[in-house]
Nanobody, 122 residues
Framework: QVQLVESGGGLVQAGGSLRLSCATSGRSFSNYNMGWFRQAPGKERESVGAIRWSDGTTLYADSVKGRFTISRDNAKNTVYLQMNSLKPEDTAVYYC???????????????WGQGTQVTVSS
């Protein structure tokens, strides 16, 4: 059973930090690319960024560049999204996903987690 499970969401004040985790199981994702996405109420799902598992190469959306960092821990089969300098507009449900190619398009991701809520207050 292949699973991606997000955790670490919650309520944080503007300017604060939060780290999301995505625990993987059921298979090795060493040859995959892991993406982080978010969806706010009434809006389309958008890419936050992605990481190539094999070498750690990353991509980031302009809206989060310099504030968010994606990383992975091979021993724990887990990918992370470190979020700093959070803004109210970062409020959304955050999802992790896996793709066979390096892309920020959600259409190319075949495995998805259930999502975790992040709320940033002002």
């Amino acid at each position: 059973q292949v699973q991606l499970v997000e955790s670490g969401g919650g309520l944080v004040q503007a300017g604060g930090s939060l780290r999301l985790s995505c625990a993987t199981s059921g298979r090795s994702f060493s040859n995959y690319n892991m993406g982080w996405f978010r969806q706010a109420p009434g809006k389309e799902r958008e890419s936050v960024g992605a990481i190539r598992w094999s070498d750690g190469t990353t991509l980031y959306a302009d809206s989060v560049k310099g504030r968010f960092t994606i990383s992975r821990d091979n021993a724990k089969n887990t990918v992370y999204l470190q979020m700093n300098s959070l803004k109210p507009e970062d409020t959304a449900v955050y999802y992790c996903a896996a793709s066979t190619i390096m892309t920020m398009s959600p259409r190319r991701y075949g495995y998805w987690g259930q999502g975790t809520q992040v709320t940033v207050s002002s």
